[in-house]
């Protein structure tokens, strides 16, 4: 026998909006609304999510680097004996050295790495981290292609010499906490420019939350003009 269909505990399917109810949020209240009204609020709300969340997702691809990097641990004295400095960026340069023309702090090439990890067959720790690090790079002597989060495109002229010695800029200020990270984040490609997504932003409101989050054109002339440095916002001064 066939049951009644007033007897299903569902809401029956009817009209558009009653239809319509199955995808709105219960703090939403469209029944004052027409059906009009309501389509335009759902539309709004997906053009939303689409503008806001899924398109700059869209936007970025994403890539792990080919293994990961602990700083913490290596700026560890008590684990990691020899990197050493009165100041913390006295730390870093032990492995992000500035070239000889004063330029710029490169990632460390693997003989800096070498320097400690000189033999593939004893391992100074146990982690499998290590172990894989030797075997694949050290003991073929091959160097590590890292994926650099804050390179500028070739056009930029970018000094740390002028900003970590002469301005006495942290290295935090711009990087954030980077230095003393134990995994790496993911890298981030801008799938239109092919910016990483720390030199375009998180967001594209262009809103930022703290000034490492972006260091795009704007960013570097903002922290002239606040440090009293105006001069360095000429065209030439940082594309030669
Ligand atoms: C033992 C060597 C070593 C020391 C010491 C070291 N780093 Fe690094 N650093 C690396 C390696 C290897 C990478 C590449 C992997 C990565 O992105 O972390 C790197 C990358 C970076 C990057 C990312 C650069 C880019 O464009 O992707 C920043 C920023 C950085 N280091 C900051 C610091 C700071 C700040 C300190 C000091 C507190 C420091 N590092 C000390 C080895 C070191
Ligand atoms: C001044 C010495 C020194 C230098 C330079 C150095 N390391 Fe290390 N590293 C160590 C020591 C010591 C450990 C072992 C820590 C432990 O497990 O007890 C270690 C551990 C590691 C590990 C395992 C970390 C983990 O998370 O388990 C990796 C991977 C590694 N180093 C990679 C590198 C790379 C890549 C470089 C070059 C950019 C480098 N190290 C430069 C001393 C050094
Ligand atoms: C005023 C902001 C600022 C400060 C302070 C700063 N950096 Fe940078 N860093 C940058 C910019 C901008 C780049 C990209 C440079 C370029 O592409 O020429 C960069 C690039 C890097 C890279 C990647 C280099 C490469 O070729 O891939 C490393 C490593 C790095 N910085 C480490 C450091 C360390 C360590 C300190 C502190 C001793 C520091 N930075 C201080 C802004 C800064
Ligand atoms: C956190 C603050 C800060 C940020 C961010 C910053 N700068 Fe600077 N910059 C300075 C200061 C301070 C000086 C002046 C250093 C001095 O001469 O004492 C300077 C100087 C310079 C100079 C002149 C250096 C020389 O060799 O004469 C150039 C070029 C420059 N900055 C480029 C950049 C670029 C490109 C960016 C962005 C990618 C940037 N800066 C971001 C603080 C900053
Ligand atoms: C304080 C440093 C600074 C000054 C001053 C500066 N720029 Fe830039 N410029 C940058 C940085 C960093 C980038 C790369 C990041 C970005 O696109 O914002 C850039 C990117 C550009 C680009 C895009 C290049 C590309 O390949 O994407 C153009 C064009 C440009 N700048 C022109 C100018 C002109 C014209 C002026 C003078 C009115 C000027 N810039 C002044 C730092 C600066």
């Known amino acids: 026998m066939e ?39 759902l539309g709004f709300i997906g053009s939303l999510i689409l503008g806001w969340v899924i398109f700059p997702m869209a936007l970025y691809s994403s890539q792990s680097q080919p293994m990961d990097f602990n700083h913490a641990l290596h700026l560890n004295p008590e ?23 004063g330029t710029f702090a490169g990632i460390p090439k693997l003989e800096k790495c070498t320097e400690c990890h000189d033999d593939p067959e004893s391992p100074l720790g146990e982690t499998p981290e290590e172990k894989e690090f030797l075997e694949k790079y050290v003991a073929e002597e091959i160097e590590i292609p890292w994926l650099s989060y804050y390179r500028q495109p070739d056009c930029v002229f970018f000094s740390h010499v002028a900003h970590v010695q002469m301005g006495e800029v942290e290295c935090g200020s711009c990087h954030g906490d980077h230095g003393t990270s134990e995994i790496l ?35 570097c002339a903002e922290c002239h003009t606040e440090k009293g440095h105006e001069e360095n916002n000429a065209c030439f001064v940082c594309h030669k």
Request: glycine share 10%.
């Open 185 to 219: 984040p993911v890298y981030k490609k801008n799938r239109l420019t092919g910016y990483s997504i720390d030199i375009w932003g998180r967001r594209i409101s262009g809103w930022k939350s703290n000034p490492w989050d972006r260091m795009k054109m704007d960013d």
């Open 79 to 101: 684990i990691v004996d020899g990197i050493e400095g009165d100041t913390e960026a006295e730390k870093c340069l032990y492995c992000h050295e500035f070239r000889d023309d």
């Open 3 to 41: 049951k009644p269909s007033s007897s299903s505990p569902k809401t029956p399917k009817g009209g558009g909006s009653s239809f319509l109810a199955d995808f709105i949020p219960p703090w939403l209240d469209l029944k004052g609304l027409s059906k009009d009204g309501a389509c335009f609020v």
